[in-house]
Nanobody, 118 residues
Framework: QVRLVESGGGLVQAGQSLRLSCRAS????????MAWYRQPPGKQRELVAL???????TYGDAVKGRFAISRDNAKNALYLQMDSLKSEDTAVYYC????????????WGQGTQVTVSS
């Protein structure tokens, strides 16, 4: 079992920045991938950014050039730096971890609300 706890959400104005954090109860170095997803009001959950153990990073088209995902394996922490925020970035942001061992499974945090006012 892996517990993920997000923090750092809040209310900001358009153009400002926020940094989200996710702390894991298990070594994230053992995760096949770590990612951030978001779910805007009334919409489906979508990928924001994904980081694999091989070092590859994928960003959703809507956040490319504005958001950056990073990880600190020593702290079992995942981060999302969000710059130049827009009102359409308003969503609940979820941390995700995918482990293959001991058996393939996705883990999710409880989510943190990000609200961007225009």
């Amino acid at each position: 079992q892996v517990r993920l706890v997000e923090s750092g959400g809040g209310l900001v104005q358009a153009g400002q920045s926020l940094r989200l954090s996710c702390r894991a109860s298990r070594e994230i170095s053992g995760a096949n991938s770590m990612a951030w997803y978001r779910q805007p009001p009334g919409k489906q959950r979508e990928l924001v950014a994904l980081s694999t153990t091989t070092g590859s990073v994928t960003y959703g088209d809507a956040v490319k050039g504005r958001f950056a995902i990073s990880r600190d394996n020593a702290k079992n922490a995942l981060y999302l730096q969000m710059d130049s925020l827009k009102s359409e970035d308003t969503a609940v942001y979820y941390c995700n971890a995918y482990y293959i061992l001991p058996m393939p499974r996705d883990y999710w945090g409880q989510g943190t609300q990000v609200t961007v006012s225009s």
